[in-house]
């Protein structure tokens, strides 16, 4: 475009030439046909820049409104690392409440187990006991 302004310029600076003095129509019609093709040419680059002016606005308007919505996310990520550790920290609480409340009930667990096991063999001792009783019984009858 610039070239077009120094060219338009140099036109209208230039000096009258004799070739000029001799043809006057033939230089004013290429003249004309020249500045036509100028207007032309600024004409687009007017339609080009006004076009890019509308596209570029929205864009610009939108990256005003990047940092803002950076901002908000970033505090909303902030809320959201807080309450993690505050539930993860009423969990460890919790966890270490109920772990003191289970750990009588696992030792008397442990207790029952035991007297499970002292109890089946107990029961087995006198299901044994029994059975020779019972041959000594069957012996005794027997013999008679």
Do not use: C
């Not at 338009?8 to 600076?13: A, S, T, Y």
């Not at 080009?48 to 505090?75: C, F, H, W």
């Amino acid at each position: 475009m610039q070239k077009i302004l120094d060219v338009k310029k140099q036109e209208e600076e230039k000096p009258s030439t004799r070739i000029e003095r001799e043809k006057p129509g033939i230089n004013e019609a290429a003249r004309r046909k020249a500045r036509e093709l100028v207007a032309k040419e600024i004409e687009k680059f007017r339609g080009s820049i006004q076009s890019l002016t509308r596209s570029a606005n929205p864009l610009g308007k939108v990256m005003d409104y990047i940092q803002e919505d950076m901002d908000a996310m970033q505090k909303e990520l902030d809320i959201w690392k807080d309450e993690n550790k505050e539930h993860s920290l009423a969990l460890k609480r919790e966890q270490s409440i109920t772990e003191t409340m289970v750990e009588p009930l696992k030792l008397q667990l442990q207790e029952v187990d035991a007297n499970i096991v002292d109890m089946l063999d107990r029961i087995s001792a006198l299901k044994s006991n029994i059975l020779r009783n019972d041959e000594k019984i069957q012996k005794m009858v027997s013999n008679r």
